[in-house]
């Protein structure tokens, strides 16, 4: 079993991140522009 760890969603793309900072800049951005940004999805956290 992996750890569970407490990540930070963001509700518009419901991806996770570490960094609390990243993910609210992700929902600010897919709220604003309804698409995801290269630059911000690569800091997420790719869970399976
Ligand atoms: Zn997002």
């Given amino acids: 079993m992996k750890?569970?760890?407490?990540?930070y969603y963001c509700e518009e793309c419901g991806?996770?991140?570490?960094?609390?900072?990243m993910?609210?800049?992700?929902?600010?951005?897919?709220?604003?522009f309804h698409a995801c940004s290269i630059d911000?999805?690569?800091h997420a956290v790719h869970l399976d």
């Fill in 3 to 7: 750890d569970e760890k407490n990540y």
């Fill in 15 to 21: 991806l996770a991140y570490e960094d609390k900072a």
């Fill in 23 to 32: 993910a609210e800049k992700c929902q600010e951005y897919c709220s604003k």
């Fill in 40 to 42: 911000i999805t690569k």
